[in-house]
């Protein structure tokens, strides 16, 4: 059982609480592998996600996640709700509560937003990607795709390139993958590369040999084109060129090293078409495991009420 009222990011979990939530996201994961789509967890219980940005995994599987565990579901997408009335967060939030919703599950392009929601509201929150801050359930389950792998998180070094600067991914993990003993090299265009990322318990590489030598998991992020504002770099075919994942990249990664992505991609940009749908990648296992470990999340925030 989780101690805080909402999961707004990975900065504010124990290791053991993290250590927690996959080791029921795998038990879930092991059911739904026999085939189990229908759990008692969340009977009776009301899940609304309130979406201010796009997703197509992070949205739907939050939806089948609590509908797997038997709860009532409602989505609502800002652009076609009362926000476009003027209506503010703040009270969106009341509004979501005075209809007795359990769980909020929110996106926002604000960082902080979930925070906000969390501390006016009485349902639990979850952060499902607030700006440029942090994504925790993405970085969960890309933990409980590489535990699954190797076993445990504890000692595997952990590559990340990309789109640094705008990542909310890149940062969850950072967390999560520090907090459980791994280690975490990163590269990227200076550009895109957020200044104090070390400080945080990153190891900046000077290039993507330097970054992936000796990895475990080599993690591509999205290009996030819809957050730039021109100038960071000269085109999608250049970054490919000289900062994109490719097998000869790939060469300076352990034999049994992984190739992950949380999506969506940008082929042949973050990494080569064939390393996507090749044997190393683990792109589909990942959005398997978004499955599993919201139920865990959605089950161990609301086991809360049962406790008490
Ligand atoms: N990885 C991720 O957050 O994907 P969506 O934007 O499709 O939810």
Known sequence: ??????????????????????????????????????????????????????????????????????????????????????????????????????????????????????????????????GMNEHPSQALLDMLTMRETFGQIKGLKVAILGDIRHSRVAKSNLFGLRKLGAEVTMYAPKTLMPTGIDKMGAKVCKSREEAVEGADVVMGLRIQLE??????????????????????????????????HPGPVNRGVELTCSLIDGDKSKIEDQVFSGVAVRMALLKLLTMQEAER
């Open 227 to 260: 957050r730039q504002h021109g100038g960071l770099f000269p085109s999608l075919g250049e970054y490919a060129k000289f900062y994109g994942v490719n097998e000869e990249v790939m060469k300076y990664a352990k034999k049994t090293a992984i190739v992950m």
């Open 1 to 130: 059982m989780l101690k805080q009222k909402d999961v707004t990011g990975l900065l504010d979990l124990s290791a053991e609480e993290i250590d927690e939530i996959l080791t029921v996201g795998a038990e879930m994961k092991q059911l739904l592998r026999k085939g189990v789509k229908s759990l008692p967890d969340l009977k009776g219980k009301a899940v609304t996600t309130l979406f201010y940005e796009n997703s197509t995994r992070t949205r739907s599987s939050f939806e089948l996640a609590a509908k797997f565990m038997s709860a009532n579901v409602v989505n609502i997408v800002a652009a076609s709700s009362s926000v476009q009335k003027g209506e503010t967060l703040v009270d969106t939030g009341k509004t979501l509560d005075a209809m007795r919703n359990d769980v909020i599950v929110i996106r926002h392009p604000m960082g902080g937003a979930p925070k906000l929601l969390a501390k006016t509201v009485k349902a639990h929150v979850i952060n499902a990607g607030d």
